[in-house]
Each structure stands twice: as C-alpha cells, then as structure tokens.
C-alpha cells in the first residue's frame, strides 16, 4: 500500500469527521520554534520522539512539551534494561515514518510501515482541550482535541494508549515492568546494531532472523512483500539445489518460503479475503481494515516463527543430550 502524504492524511480526518485545523508555518524543529510559529493559536505543543530499543522495536513517545521524559526509566518501564532504549536512527525516518526530520507526529502510525510501531501518549494530553501536532510535515501543525486524536486511531484499528511519562514505579522481580506488554506487541521493524553491520559484510555467522528482519524491514518501508533474494546473492553452496528444485515438481516451486512472513501474510490475507467475500468484494476492501488485519497476521507468524526457532533449538539441544545419555541405540 502506498504511502500516506499529508493531503491524503488531512482528508482521512475530514472524512473521519474529526474536528481540526491546520496552520501553516516556516519549517520548525524545535517547540520552542513551533510555539513561537503558532503565536496566538490556542493548543498545547507537543514534543514526538521516535525511539528504537535493541530488538529493532519501534516506538513514537507524544509529549507535552513541559513533560519531562527520562529513556533511562522509559527503557526499563518498556523491559529494555538500562539504556535499552534510544532515539531512532534518522534513516528510519523516512523509511518507516515516511516523514522528513523534524516531523515526528503520532499520525505517522497511518502509514502502512509504520502499523507495527508502538505509540504511547502522554496522559497529561488527555486532559487539554486542544493539542498541536504535524500531519506528516513539520511545515504545518494540525491542531484537535484529544477526542479527535482517539477516534483517528481507532479508525486505523488501534486503542489509544495514555500513559503518565513522569511516574517512576517500582521494577523488580515482584513488580514487573509496567509497560512491557506495549514493547511485547510492537513488531521488530528494525535489525540491531550488530546485525545489521554484519548483514552488511556478507558474514554468515549472522542468526537467520536477523537476516529475515532485516529483509521485512525493507519490504514494510516499501509497503510490499519482499522480492526473493537475487542468485548472486545467494551462498555458492546454493548452486546444487536447482536440479533438486525442479526433481521436487512445480508444487515445491510455488510455495512461498516458511520464513517468508510477509509473503505469507499476503497470501493468507488475500485468499481467505476472497473466499469469504468473494473477488470483487475483498478488491473493494476497507484498505485500512486491511492494512491492520495484515499487520495483526504477520506479529502473530513473526511470533510464530521466532517460537519454532526456540523449540528447534531445544528439541535439538534434548536429542543431544539423549544420545550422549545412552538413550537412543
């Protein structure tokens, strides 16, 4: 799906029937700059940080601008540890976000690359009658209430999340972190630091979920599921498995790979759409409803995938043991 720039954004509200208004304004990359720009505009101005912990989860932070928020604390709130949370690099910007530095907005969650990105909201927002946002450029704020923020997010199939940025609770082994189930449902839409420098490098001691992370990265900022990898690519030791492919029939040839989520997702999407409600009506599909379905689908194969990955591990780690045990002849 392609997208979303700040027309069609603005006219999802106006068909949302959200009450808003929007001022235009020189570029601004600071609230004091944006506060200065809205002169005489009621709203509270809002400070958005976009955050990346170390498994590639993403997260948008929307703040008053006087709500002090400290990442050491968010990061163990969210079960990172300390220093497990950091701003985001500015490359996923524009390749998640799908918006230019400075313009960090909860909008941005609209875009199709951006469904598996977490967004908390600072509960102090809640109680102001009027909030200032971008929609999608920092060139222009829109400003709603808080209402018109809530009904924006759950016509994209998201329940707002309010949270008090400043309260420090207690973490330890009888009170867990308060804010893990949010980093739980948010998807890896970005490799770590390692392995993506050694994807890079061609290393081949790279786990194969950091590759396949890396490869969804891609496809999810291009809003399509990813193209098979390149022979050239691929190992030398690949060579051999052509003959083999064709002697496996034009059946094996169709599957998608099981490590595949988004291929599969579409797949799975697409014709359960089409067998319920037939070619035309799942062609006129609710995009939006699609778009969520779609990211629902592919966090649970993800989910999937990473649980086959651990029982492999230690179904492989038991049969060791077993024959090292005597148990097998």
């Known amino acids: 799906m392609a997208a979303l720039d700040q027309q069609a954004l603005l006219a999802k509200l106006q068909q949302l029937n959200i009450a808003h208004e929007n001022h235009a304004?020189?570029?601004?990359?600071?609230?004091?700059?944006?506060?200065?720009?809205?002169?005489?505009?009621?709203?509270?101005i809002t400070k958005n940080l976009f955050l990346k912990d170390k498994k590639g989860r993403l997260y948008i932070i929307t703040a008053a601008a006087d709500t002090k928020v400290d990442l050491k604390?968010?990061?163990?709130?969210?079960?990172?540890?300390?220093?497990?949370?950091?701003?985001?690099?500015?490359?996923?910007?524009?390749?998640?976000?799908?918006?230019?530095?400075?313009?960090?907005?909860?909008?941005?969650?609209?875009?199709?690359?951006?469904?598996?990105?977490?967004?908390?909201?600072?509960?102090?927002?809640?109680?102001?009658?009027r909030i200032c946002v971008h929609p999608l450029d920092n060139r222009t704020t829109t400003v709603l209430s808080p209402?018109?923020?809530?009904?924006?997010?759950?016509?994209?199939?998201?329940?707002?999340?309010?949270?008090?940025?400043?309260?420090?609770?207690?973490?330890?082994?009888?009170?867990?972190?308060?804010l893990k189930p949010i980093a739980?449902?948010?998807?890896?839409?970005?490799?770590?630091e390692k392995g993506a420098a050694a994807v890079a490098k061609g290393e081949t001691t790279v786990p194969k979920h950091t590759k396949l992370d890396a490869k969804v990265e891609a496809a999810i900022a291009a809003g399509k599921a990813p193209?098979?990898?390149?022979?050239?690519?691929?190992?030398a030791a690949a060579a051999a498995k052509p003959a083999a492919a064709a002697a496996a029939g034009p059946r094996a040839a169709r599957e998608p790979k099981a490590d595949d989520v988004l291929r599969v997702t579409e797949d799975l999407v697409s014709k359960i759409a089409t067998t319920l409600m037939g070619a035309e009506a799942a062609a006129a599909a609710d995009p939006d409803k699609l778009r969520q379905l779609k990211a629902d689908v592919a966090m649970e194969l993800n989910a999937l995938r990473n649980a086959a990955y651990a029982g492999g591990f230690t179904a492989a780690k038991g049969a060791m043991t077993a024959a090292a045990s005597g148990l097998f002849a």
């Open 73 to 129: 604390l968010m990061s163990l709130r969210l079960g990172c540890g300390k220093g497990g949370v950091r701003l985001a690099p500015d490359d996923l910007l524009t390749s998640v976000l799908q918006v230019p530095l400075g313009s960090v907005t909860p909008l941005a969650v609209a875009q199709p690359s951006a469904a598996g990105v977490a967004l908390l909201l600072d509960a102090t927002l809640k109680q102001q009658p």
């Open 227 to 235: 193209a098979p990898m390149p022979a050239a690519a691929k190992p």
């Open 25 to 44: 304004h020189a570029a601004v990359m600071t609230c004091d700059a944006q506060a200065q720009a809205l002169s005489g505009v009621e709203g509270v």
């Open 184 to 192: 739980d449902a948010a998807a890896v839409l970005a490799p770590d």
């Open 147 to 178: 209402e018109g923020l809530e009904a924006f997010l759950r016509s994209l199939g998201r329940e707002p999340v309010w949270v008090d940025l400043e309260a420090e609770p207690q973490i330890n082994k009888d009170n867990p972190p308060d």
